[in-house]
């Protein structure tokens, strides 16, 4: 069972830059694609990025998001730049041998970490 835990969320001013990390209790090898999603309040979950042996960003972040992962450290990471309002959320990590935007592919999940973004 791979325990995944969220952390690097926080407050900060549109324009501002954040970094995720995602912490996998296991060798990341197994399972091999791993992603972000966020839900912002009354909104559904939506996946923002996610990799296996490539990177693939949601339309709404690319260019400004960077998934990013180092096996070594079993961590995932989310480097967040020049960020929206509408980027504010709870953002979760998420890990299996699939990957896609879609959230259903997905065997593991943290329970994630928030983001707030200010006009």
């Known amino acids: 069972q791979v325990q995944l835990v969220e952390s690097g969320g926080g407050s900060v001013q549109a324009g501002g830059s954040l970094r995720l990390s995602c912490v996998a209790s296991e060798n990341l090898y197994s399972p091999s694609c791993m992603g972000w999603f966020r839900q912002a309040p009354g909104k559904e979950r939506e996946g923002v990025a996610y990799?296996?042996?490539?990177?693939y960003y949601a339309d709404s972040v690319k260019g400004r998001f960077t998934i990013s992962r180092d096996n070594a450290k079993n961590t995932l990471y989310l480097q967040m730049n020049s960020l929206k309002a509408e980027d504010t959320g709870m953002y979760y990590c998420?890990?299996?041998?699939?990957?896609?935007?879609?959230?259903?592919?997905?065997?593991?999940w943290g329970r994630g970490t928030e983001v707030t973004v200010s006009s």
């Open positions: 990799m296996c042996n490539n990177e």
């Open positions: 998420a890990a299996g041998r699939y990957g896609s935007l879609g959230s259903s592919v997905y065997d593991y």
